[in-house]
């Protein structure tokens, strides 16, 4: 049974190992996904996380929340499937009866509001005209808030009747609102201006509307002829030209169905006295597509038209009238073209996919857009001068209370799955919309529209109320943050202060409140928006703060109540509970730093602000004097002088050097007790060698079962091995291609019993980074002893919860490696429960001595905490806390040193054997802080990977890390450029500053708008200048090597690297960069949105902007994304069961996850994203490729959507989507698809990049499959090329690479070159996994038979030379590949291969799932992974793997 995969040593176990791709899937495979769909937040369960994470099985779900301080799914015993059924009753049919269409039948479901069904009338087709109207059944209005389970008498087949109920102001408003809706439904300008939530999407361009059948493309057999292959000009391998146009397709559903010109309301509002009296509600003017100008009252009894002009006011009904309860029934009477295009739009509408229109949960904003008309909206007018957000008019009351539901929401009952559903969606709803709330709000500060709360003072200290929001600049009034680094400290505390609240929120202790937070840069400014505390504007601040210090802990205070909340934050927060001395030397106890302001509300709640130091000082940034650092750091050149001194670690790092000195304790107790049981009787020493994990220490008493013991032992050593390079371990059994994977292996056995993380640098650096990003709500990764007393939570038997990787095999190993870990866990464990009291005191000197070593705060059990308080100015610490205060310094000097010397090497190392594929800033950015890596780093890191041996293999990591330097660096200097710049010199500012930075044009000069007022294209608005503004043309003074000039110092200052160029055509030459690149870097950081054209970068005659090219500035915006935990529990037990090979089980439980997903987030989240793409594969190799194709094409769509249409994470959709297009017989649309991907990734990172290998063996064999041979050869060779480049010539995907061409060239009747690609095939697989294996065996075998090939042919060709035109010649086969044959392949490359089984293979798998299941629930170690149910699919196993 072995494998058809090319990369697969012949032991079949090691295959298994690698179907835990799926659960990554091969292009995101592990938790570093090259295009993760991460917020960028340190918190929570990370979208990508989400779906890297994929261990164990959810039922710890409960002690992760208990030890946590009652985390979300505290009480969760029953959060298990049962539970779940429960919510799921079954769905019933209603009919529905509505006035003047036929009845139909609806699906409802038990739980659903009555109002859902209002929704979904409201976007029928038929019936979507209708706003104002109430359910009756048998004459009983149904309540809008009821549940229909809740309702009597309404069961199956219950007719519900729709009855048109008379209108208030508000219904008319929002009827006309609802009828403007529609009318827009097409209209993508929402999207380009990033309104409302709305947009873009591309998808349906490529295929021609829904892939399924309900689209317009009827299912094509084998019509190959039918096909145009032909790419466009710039996407074939090696051209240079980077069009911008095709980034946004026509659509041609955009182009606009004009049903009226003008919509607007009356200028005879509101309705006069004695008019109202009538039922007059409000007068809308209208304009017919016909030219005809017509006055519409709308009434009570619903709209008509009335006889007033322009000019005059007669309220009096016209005649005829024409009295309609909808404005779409009046005017289809008036207007016919009205009736006509409204019907055509209306059906157009309904076809769209639901994805393409439902609201995104927060704002995407696009870099470039068309010129788009301005219209005339009286909706859009309206909006803009009132504080409405989403539907307020839903909300009694106008102003939202945010601080009161932000609140609110968490208080909410989280004891069962129902309710933790409930406050969940809650949260997530409140937190979106105070999130569009608080970037509006910010607008409107910088943009002039709100008046100050304290307007005497100078414009950079004042502060606002809008909306009951607070916001403030990022400036630093009052000499507030002078010690800290002044104004780069106040732009730095904001998302400091962010990524607090962010913790203390996914922790989430009941009783401990945070503030809504969410940081929008805006122009070059940056503002802070928090909700209000009740009271805290009417008292002085010294009187409220009750915890902690308003002057840097020159007076501080404690309080009780405070203690008690955050000590049951401070163990998953890593906080160490310390002393600290106030103004008069008394010692005040705190349990975080002193900044951490405590204040109760009016409301009673305790309050925590100012988070900006919950985690500990960034070392390397922050020279002490008199402070050594360790020597690692000092060998890179720290410490370094930072801009500011709040530089502070990331919490992923915390984590993992947690993670990484567990390992070291347990190591270090292992030797001791080794060295131990080596002075005892040599009984003891046999036994020990075995290292069974029976052999427990006979000094401990005989309470510990067995079972607990392997239990324990099976947590700590997966550590060891690297969780991330499932790739690397495949290759370690097979290939020397990567001897990192294999050094973890065998230097884990070292052991060095030392506490400087120096000694173990390397063995250690893969094993200790692999689970920094697992989610910091339920700490997985600390996977400690499990007790109550250590440092994270209990792990299931048998499970790993690393990233998503089982390690099982490699596990085993470890064990053997360090002979008494499971001793030494055990102990541990019974150290911790017992107190220590009755053990013998040898063993609890191991202990005590392992503590010492690694920094535990305990002398008894293993937990690491930090004083965040050490080296901030000002505080000052009790004399008899000094040996405290040492250790903690030198644990803060260990982590510093721990970023430097394993963090940046495990990320190099990652992207070397290509388990991190960074291919954009964000997607390099998340990648950085994964590991806890700061983006301050990035000069290091690039330093880094130029001293690598293997640099040419980091090429495109190096490429993107110099791009973000140079554009981070850019957008530095943009936003102290932009605030000096009024506002209507604003646009010829941007294309200035963007001139400087990317056009060859050497004196790009700025052109200052007129001073008299000038008529710009007649839909834009006029505008003037002050006049007398002299200092506000300074930025007309900026020249392209100035600009360049502070470029690279401010990569010196910043970034302590230096960059060799003095212009962007330089910079290009050097680094290979592309200016279209750079282009959309910098538009994406700065919030500039351009004009979509082509644009001469090159041109030394004139600059490449004009001021018309810059649309907009967008702001960019940081906020908290709550997360759904129950949801994400599922995903992973989904996960767990699909690595197992219990393929139908995770489906089901992932089918759940998604409903949750769902219930949480709505239906557009990445969460989703993630779920939909796992479904499916999992379909796919299911063989059902028709859900599969539905799943993905869900998938493309929403990341387009959710993260952006050209986000590394949308290009990965679109591969997946072709394979199934392909699989479903689509070739057409695949290779558009595919073609659409390539262009994408052309314009994200250019072609230089390992993942362009992969898709370029894609379109390769698709071609081939349509015969376009000359083509695909274009393609499959530079798939060749860059594989040799990037994995080196001796690796498995090159032999690949090489087998791939040489079918393209053999269906073309060339031999010879077929023959020469072939053998360089062999030659690597006989090197790499020898002459016996099954991939050698192939290849040879194709090699006999194209040498026959070869000679047939030259015997052909002899005849006819030597017979002429009579010779007699043989037919020759040339074989067009057949589609079977090409599919085979593209599921090879992308990592999913079916192994085809006997009758008896099937017999034995059943009898070895058995056996492992019996070892299993006995608790020892499997040694590999089980693949089960899945044997019904003809009889082939898939296996996900990941070739190389």
């Known amino acids: 049974m072995v494998s058809k995969t ?123 005209h209708r706003t104002c109207f109430s359910l009756q059944l048998d004459g009983n209005v149904l309540d809008n808030f009821a549940e229909l389970k809740s309702i009597e008498g309404l069961q199956e087949g219950s007719l519900l009747k729709v009855v048109e109920e008379p209108y208030t102001v508000r219904e008319a408003r929002i009827h006309v609102r609802h009828i403007r809706d529609l009318l827009k439904s097409l209209d993508p300008s929402d999207a380009y201006n990033g309104v409302d939530c709305n947009s873009l999407s591309f998808l349906s361009v490529f295929t021609d509307g829904d892939l399924g059948d309900s689209g317009k493309r009827k299912k094509k057999g084998s019509e190959l002829e039918q096909i145009d292959c032909t790419p466009p000009e710039h996407i074939l391998p090696g051209s240079k030209e980077r069009p911008l146009l095709p980034l946004q397709p026509q659509n041609k559903d955009w182009k606009p169905m004009q049903c009226l010109k003008v919509l607007t ?81 209306q059906k157009k509408r309904v076809q769209r996919h639901p994805f393409e229109r439902i609201a995104t949960p927060f704002q995407v904003y696009s870099w470039t857009a068309p010129q788009v008309d301005h219209t005339m909206d009286c909706v859009r007018a309206e909006d803009a001068y009132t504080s409405r957000l989403g539907y307020e008019e839903h909300i009694p ?78 400036f630093d009034v009052r000499d507030h943050y002078r010690e800290l680094g002044g104004d780069a400290a106040a732009h730095a505390a904001p998302t400091n202060d962010l990524n607090g609240v962010r913790a203390y929120g996914a922790v989430d202790v009941e009783g401990l409140y945070t503030l809504g937070t969410v940081v929008v840069d805006y122009r070059g400014y940056r503002v802070t928006a928090q909700s209000i505390i009740p009271g805290i504007l009417e008292r002085e601040q010294e009187q409220s703060v009750i915890y902690g210090s308003i002057d840097f802990g020159k007076t501080v205070v404690s309080h009780g109540k405070y203690l008690e909340l955050l000590e049951r934050t401070s163990r998953p927060l890593k906080v160490q509970r310390h002393d600290v001395l106030n103004e008069k030397d008394e010692s005040v106890e705190l349990c975080s730093s002193v900044e951490c302001k405590g204040i109760i509300g009016n409301d009673g709640r305790h309050y925590i602000l100012d988070l900006l130091r919950t985690f500990p ?97 099976e947590t700590s050593t997966e550590t060891l091995t690297d969780g991330n390079s499932d790739a690397a371990q495949t290759e370690t059994t097979s290939t020397s291609d990567a001897p990192q994977a294999a050094a973890t292996e065998a230097t884990t056995t070292e052991a060095a019993p030392k506490a400087e993380p120096a000694t173990e640098t390397d063995s250690l650096a893969a094993a200790s980074t692999t689970t920094t990003n697992a989610s910091q709500a339920t700490h997985t990764e600390d996977n400690v002893v499990p007790t109550a007393t250590t440092n994270g939570p209990l792990v299931p038997v048998g499970t790993t919860i690393q990233n998503g990787e089982c390690e099982s095999p490699l596990e085993a190993k470890a064990e053997d490696s360090i002979p008494g870990l499971a001793q030494a866990k055990e102990l ?66 260990d982590a510093a040193a721990f970023l430097v010397s394993c963090q940046i090497p495990s990320l190099v190392k990652d992207c070397l054997d290509h388990s991190a594929l960074p291919m954009d800033g964000a997607t390099l950015s998340e990648a950085l802080h994964q590991r806890g890596i700061n983006v301050r780093y990035l000069g290091n890191v690039l330093e880094f990977v130029d001293k690598t041996p293997a640099k040419a293999q980091l090429e495109h ?85 100035e600009l360049w000039k502070n470029i690279v110092s401010e990569a010196q200052s910043y970034y302590h690297f230096t960059l060799h160029c003095e212009n962007a055509d330089q910079v290009v030459e050097k680094y290979g ?86 219930n949480v987030y709505g239906a557009m989240h990445v969460e989703i994203c993630a779920c939909l793409r796992l479904l499916a594969r999992l379909n796919y190799i299911m063989g059902d490729h028709h859900e599969a194709l539905s799943n993905q094409q869900k998938a493309v769509l929403m990341s387009e959507r959710v993260l952006g249409i050209e986000h590394p994470n949308t290009i990965q959709e679109y591969m997946h989507l072709a394979l199934y297009c392909f699989a479903n017989g689509q070739l057409s649309t695949a290779l558009k698809l595919l073609y659409r991907a390539r262009y994408l990734m052309l314009m994200v990172c250019g072609e230089d990049h390992p993942e362009m ?186 296996m996900d793997v990941n070739v190389d």
């Open 6 to 128: 090319d990369d697969i040593p012949a032991s079949v176990p090691n295959c298994n190992v690698n179907t835990v791709d799926l659960a990554g899937e091969t292009p995101d495979r592990k938790e570093t996904t090259k295009a993760p769909h991460k917020d960028p937040c340190a918190c929570g369960h990370s979208a990508d996380t989400a779906v890297m994470n994929g261990g164990g099985a959810h039922d710890h779900s409960e002690e992760e929340s208990k030890q946590d301080g009652g985390g979300d799914t505290d009480g969760g015993e029953d959060s298990n499937e049962q539970e779940v059924i429960v919510i799921q009753d079954t769905g019933f049919t209603v009919k529905i009866q509505a006035p003047g269409t036929e009845p139909f039948d609806l699906q409802v479901s038990p739980q659903e509001m009555v109002q859902e069904i209002h929704q979904v009338l409201m976007d029928r087709e038929d019936t979507c």
């Open 265 to 345: 309301m009356s200028g005879w509002n509101p309705p006069p006295g004695n008019r109202k009296m009538h039922g007059d509600l409000m007068y809308l003017y209208m304009v017919t597509v016909e030219e005809r100008h017509i006055s519409i009252t709308a009434s009570t009894r619903g709209f008509y038209l009335n006889q007033s002009t322009t000019y005059t006011f007669n309220p009096k009904p016209a005649n005829p009238s024409f009295l309609s309860h909808s404005l779409v029934e009046l005017l289809s009477q008036i207007s016919p073209a009205f009736k006509k295009n409204f019907t055509a739009l």
């Open 397 to 474: 009351g106008q102003t939202r209370d945010w601080n009161e539901e932000l609140q609110t929401t968490r208080e909410l009952a989280r004891k069962n799955l129902p309710e933790r559903l409930l406050r969940e969606r809650a949260i997530f709803k409140v937190h979106s919309d105070f999130a569009a709330a608080a970037t509006r709000g910010s607008m409107a500060v910088i943009d002039g529209n709100v008046m100050a709360i304290n307007p005497g003072e100078e414009t950079r200290m004042q502060m606002f109320i809008w909306n009951n929001i607070f916001f403030s600049l990022g």
């Open 617 to 713: 000082p960034d070392l390397n940034f922050l020279p002490v004097e008199g402070e050594e650092l360790s020597p690692e750091s000092v060998r890179q050149g720290f410490p370094r002088q930072h801009r500011h001194r709040l530089a502070c670690l990331r919490q992923e790092l915390i984590e993992a050097f947690v993670e990484h000195r567990y390992l070291l304790f347990m190591k270090m107790a292992a030797l001791q007790l080794m060295q131990q049981k080596a002075n005892k009787e040599s009984k003891m020493a046999a036994l020990t060698e075995n290292s069974s994990p029976e052999a427990a220490v006979p000094a401990l008493p005989s309470t510990e079962t067995p079972d607990a013991s392997a239990e324990s032992s």
């Open 828 to 893: 541990a464990e019974f150290l911790a429960a017992e107190d220590g009291s009755g053990i013998d005191p040898k063993s609890r000197e191991v202990v005590l001595n392992a503590c010492k070593a690694v920094g535990s705060i305990s002398n008894t059990s293993f937990d690491i905490r930090f004083n965040p308080d050490i080296f901030s100015p000002g505080v000052r610490f009790p004399e008899d806390s000094a040996d405290d205060i040492q250790k903690q310094k030198q644990l803060l000097k």
């Open 957 to 1041: 990591f190096y490429r993107i890390g110099i791009s973000e330097l140079i554009t981070r660096c850019a957008k530095h200097i943009f936003k102290t450029y932009l605030q000096g710049v009024e506002l209507s010199a604003l646009s010829a500012a941007v294309s200035h500053f963007l001139n400087c930075f990317l056009s060859s044009f050497p004196d790009a000069v700025a052109h200052l708008p007129a001073d008299e007022l000038v008529s710009r294209r007649k839909n834009r608005k006029r505008r003037n200048r002050v006049p007398g503004g002299g200092d506000n043309t300074a930025w007309a003074s900026l020249t392209p090597s």
């Open 1073 to 1158: 960069l592309q200016k279209i690149t750079l282009l959309r870097e910098i538009s994406i950081k700065a919030g500039i949105q351009i004009l979509i054209k082509e644009y001469n970068f090159d041109s030394r005659h004139k600059p490449a902007f004009t001021e018309e090219d810059i649309l907009n500035i967008f702001p960019v915006v940081k906020h908290v994304n709550p997360k759904a935990s129950d949801a994400f529990h599922f995903f992973q037990s989904g996960q767990a069961k699909v690595q197992q090979g219990y393929l139908k089980e995770g489906c089901e439980l992932i089918n759940e996850a998604l409903n949750l997903f769902n």
């Open 1253 to 1438: 290998a992969l898709l370029d063996s894609n379109i390769g064999l698709v071609l081939h499959g349509v015969m376009e041979y000359d083509l695909s050869l274009r393609f499959l060779e530079n798939a060749l090329a860059i594989n040799s480049k990037y994995h080196g010539h001796r690796s498995l995907k090159v032999a690949l690479s090489h087998h791939l061409v040489a079918r393209v060239y053999e269906s073309k009747a060339e031999f010879r070159s077929a023959l020469q690609h072939e053998k360089e095939g062999y030659t690597i697989y006989k090197n790499q996994v020898g002459e016996a294996h099954e991939k050698t065996k192939e290849s040879s075998e194709y090699l006999k038979y194209l040498t026959q090939q070869a000679v047939a042919l030259q015997r052909t060709m002899n005849e006819i030379y030597k017979n002429g035109s009579n010779a007699s010649i043989m037919p020759l086969k040339f074989t067009a590949p057949s589609m079977a044959s090409v599919l085979e392949q593209l599921n090879i490359i992308n990592g999913i291969i079916f192994i085809p089984l006997s009758q008896k293979d099937l017999e034995n798998l059943k009898a070895e799932v058995q056996r492992r299941q019996l070892l299993q629930e006995s608790g020892k170690s499997v040694g590999e992974l089980t693949v089960d149910s899945p044997l019904e699919l003809d009889d082939k196993i898939p």
